[in-house]
Each structure stands twice: as structure tokens, then as C-alpha cells.
């Protein structure tokens, strides 16, 4: 079992930045890899970025240049960041950080990030 703690939605104007996190903590010696997903309303969910634990990173062409994955390796716990710059409008959007392990999926609660003047 992981355990998925997101943070760090919010409201930002256009060109602004934000970073969200999600922490794993439990059966995290299973994990594959990490990401982050975002559904926009009335769109279907969408993969926005994934790191792998060698730090291989893959991006959605729509993000390429503007966010940037990360994850931190702690003792007990797995951190991994999306750190999104430049944001536009169309970046709106509830943000999950996924977590495929062995046998499973886990998906975080998602956080609103709103991207507006």
C-alpha cells in the first residue's frame, strides 16, 4: 500500500509559477515511477510528465520547456515535484500525481491549480 499526499495548487496570473508535491510514503520500494497527471473539466485526463528513479524524464509536448519533474529519495518517503513556469490559461486544469507499483496503481487527490487574471 502508498500512501499520497499532494500539495501546492492554488491560483496564479498568467506567466506565473507554482510548484505542486506529492509524498509516498508505505510500500515504496515497489514504486515503477512518478508522475503527474491533470484533467481540465469537460476533457479527459491527461499525462502531464514521469520521472524514473534513474532521473530519465519524459514531458506532454503542451509542458515541454515550462515544467520540470523531479523526485527526492528520502528513508521512508518519496517527493516528487512538478515545478510549472510560465503557466498559461489553458494549464487549468486538477493535477494528480500518479504512482504505478507492482501490481497497482495509486493516484493522489489532485489539487485545482487556476490559471487567470
Known amino acids: 500500500q502508498v500512501h499520497l499526499v499532494e500539495s501546492g495548487g492554488g491560483l496564479v496570473q498568467p506567466g506565473g509559477s507554482l510548484r505542486l508535491s506529492c509524498v509516498a510514503s508505505g510500500s515504496i520500494f515497489n514504486i515503477l515511477y512518478m508522475g503527474w497527471y491533470r484533467q481540465a473539466p469537460g476533457k479527459q485526463r491527461e499525462l502531464v510528465a514521469t520521472?524514473?528513479?534513474?532521473?530519465?524524464?519524459?514531458?506532454a509536448d503542451s509542458v515541454k520547456g515550462r515544467f520540470t519533474v523531479s523526485r527526492d529519495n528520502a528513508k521512508n518517503t518519496v517527493t516528487v515535484y512538478l515545478q510549472m513556469n510560465r503557466m498559461k490559461p489553458e494549464d487549468t486544469a486538477v493535477y494528480f500525481c500518479?504512482?504505478?507499483?507492482?501490481?497497482?496503481?495509486?493516484w493522489g487527490q489532485g489539487t485545482q491549480v487556476t490559471v487567470s487574471s
Open positions: 500518479y504512482v504505478p507499483v507492482i501490481g497497482s496503481t495509486y
Open positions: 520521472i524514473l528513479d534513474g532521473g530519465i524524464t519524459n514531458y
